[in-house]
């Protein structure tokens, strides 16, 4: 995708009646390109005001915790602070005055779920930013959930369940007790094979989930009910 955005023409928006002053936002991508076209976007609307912006994860909550900002447009594949997702509920648990809105080239429904499962309000593919980020900032000023129509479709198409389908029985069983809390070197006593070959299924259930981190897996194990498999 181009890194610039075309940018549509369209009418000025009709003004909020619930709200006096601009939706204040701060705006987090670490491409200066995109971030510059997605400023021009939302500054050419009547009732949006971009107050900061940052190309950095780190640099994220200094920017909320001075601006507090009504909306952070959020790239969460901007690298450091963790993971795309572990960083959006980090960033969820101590902005909590903030509503996020990620912006996303990935158009999997499984890491949709996710990012909504994990506080997200907002989630729109940066290739439709240009019609679909101000509504989603707006909606989500508002307290409302707000996602791409083409994610959208998606994921209403897709079927409950599907992430767990990706792995094997003997990955389902592997994630269970990583849930549960065994290490590697218990988990292999248990199913008698080698630390090495757990390891190596860890390996593949990070990369199937597209999960970072010990700690996603259990709250995916729990939020998925795998414990009683």
Same mark, same amino acid.
């Given at each position: ?185 218990? *988990?292999?006593?248990? &199913? #008698? =094979?080698?630390? !090495?070959?757990?390891?190596? $299924?860890? +390996?593949? *259930?990070?990369?199937? &989930? #597209? =999960?970072?981190? !010990?700690?996603?897996?259990? $709250?995916? +194990?729990?939020?998925?009910?795998? &414990?009683? =498999?």
């Amino acid at each position: 995708m181009s890194a610039f955005l075309h940018l549509a023409s369209v009418p000025d928006p009709e003004p909020d009646a619930d709200r006096a002053t601009p939706i204040r936002i701060v705006l987090a991508d670490d491409h200066a390109a995109m971030r510059q076209s997605l400023r021009v976007l939302l500054e050419g609307e009547a009732d949006i005001h971009v107050i900061a912006e940052t190309d950095s994860l780190q640099s994220v909550m200094g920017h909320v915790r001075t601006g507090r900002p009504d909306v952070l447009v959020l790239d969460l594949g901007m690298p450091g602070y963790g993971s795309g997702i572990e960083a959006l509920s980090r960033l969820i648990g101590e902005a909590r005055d903030t509503r996020i809105v990620v912006l996303t080239m990935n158009d999997d429904p499984a890491f949709a779920r996710r990012a909504l499962d994990n506080g997200a309000l907002g989630l729109v593919l940066k290739e439709m930013a240009d019609s679909d980020l101000p509504a989603a900032v707006r909606d989500a000023s508002r307290g409302i959930r707000y996602v791409s129509p083409l994610l959208a479709a998606k994921l209403g198409s897709a079927k409950p369940g599907t992430d767990g389908d990706k792995l094997t029985p003997r990955e389902r069983e592997v994630l269970r007790l990583i849930a549960l809390g065994h290490t590697s070197v218990e *988990i292999a006593q248990m &199913l #008698g =094979l080698s630390p !090495r070959t757990i390891e190596t $299924h860890r +390996a593949r *259930i990070h990369r199937k &989930l #597209g =999960l970072g981190t !010990r700690a996603e897996l259990v $709250h995916y +194990a729990l939020r998925h009910d795998l &414990l009683r =498999l």
